[in-house]
Every structure is written in C-alpha cells, then in structure tokens.
C-alpha cells in the first residue's frame, strides 16, 4: 500500500500574498529612500536616475520588511511622489526671504512671510518651518551630486537638479497611496543618515 506524503511548507517561506492595495507608511517609505540612497552613494547611479535593477534591490528590502511582495512598479511610482515632494523643496528653498536650517534640514521663514505665503499657498505649510523627514535621503536619491559636491547644500548654493527614474512603470494617481502589483524578496540595505523616517508621512502633493 502506497504511504501518504503530508505537503510541508517550505522553512522560511514566509511571504504573504499582495495586498490589492498596498498602504505606505513611514516605516516602508525611510527603507525604501534609503535602499535608494545608499546605491545613489556608492556612486552607481546614471545621469537619468536608477535603473531597474536598483528599484529591483529596493522593492526586495521592502518585501523583507512587510512580509509579503512588493513590486518594482509600486516602488517606481511611490519614488516619484517623493520626487514631487522634493522639487517642491527645492522651489521653497529659494523663495525670496528663506533660510535654510542645515542642522534640521528645514526651510524657514520669518511669520510674516511665512502669513502671507502659506495663505496663497496652503499646501506649502506642510514643508515650511517644519524638519523635512528623509531630506537627505532625498537629496541623495534626486539632488545632481556631480554639481554641488556634496550632500548638504547652503541656503546661498544652487540647487541641485532633479533627475528622472528608469523604470518609472505605470502612471501614478498623486491622490491615491494605493498601488497593484506583484514582487520580490532579499536583504536590506546599509545606507543610514541617522534614526530617519520614524515620523514621516507619505507625501502630500
């Protein structure tokens, strides 16, 4: 008589199905700059951004923080929300009367002109006189490194120029956190500004 074979699950394999719609927080978008960041300081990032295989190791680290799979398309996309975010940055930067915080990478504006701008402007309160959570994660990822020569630009030096994402997979709804797709598994990555990403939000553009 033929013996029965119980399935067993393969050990460790403990990754969880795609949710349909994955909800970034915090946590997910600090690990995701700074698998990013951490390629961009290695200096193996092109002139047009990262390639697919860098979003790749990032969707990988991702996967191995939440436990189930995350795509390199909803990794694509979320990257260029953060892109959004930062070029707004960069415009704030040079507003006429701003200052910049090199210590709590923060834009600042006296009350007066920060009245008056945030009236006309209301979206921009959320990144004026504030600490920009995951600034130099950004600034690695999107900043033109090769023209200012360093990470921490001063309020008086130019900024760096954005760059664009290969890959960047489907268009994004910048009102939506959600994103579908499928993906992948590995390590984490060693870049590390410092305990960044904790209270983070995930940007509103």
């Known amino acids: 008589m033929a013996e029965s074979v119980e399935e067993v699950s393969d050990v460790g394999a403990t990754t969880k199905k795609t949710p349909k719609v994955m909800t970034w927080t915090p946590p997910m978008s600090a690990c995701m700059l700074r698998s990013l960041a951490d390629i961009a300081a290695k ?114 030096e130019p900024l760096g120029k954005p760059i664009e994402v290969e890959h960047p997979g489907n268009p994004i709804d910048v009102d939506s956190q959600g994103t579908n797709g499928e993906g992948f598994v590995e390590g984490l990555p060693t870049f590390d500004f410092g305990a960044q990403g904790i209270d983070a939000t995930t940007p509103s553009l």
Not at 45 to 74: M, N, S
Not at 131 to 141: Q, S
């Open 43 to 156: 200096g193996v990032k092109t002139d047009k951004g990262f390639k697919e295989i860098h979003i790749t190791k990032a969707a990988k680290a991702l996967t191995q923080l939440v436990g189930y799979e995350v795509t390199t398309t909803q990794v694509s996309n979320h990257l260029r929300k953060w892109k959004v975010r930062y070029q707004r940055i960069e415009r704030l930067r040079v507003l006429s009367g701003a200052l910049w915080d090199n210590d709590q990478k923060m834009i600042v504006l006296e009350e007066q002109h920060y009245l008056g701008h945030t009236q006309d402007t209301p979206k921009d309160a959320e990144l004026l006189n504030t600490p920009l959570v995951n600034f130099e994660y950004m600034e690695a990822c999107f900043a033109d490194k090769l023209a200012t020569g360093k990470f921490a630009m001063g309020s008086n």
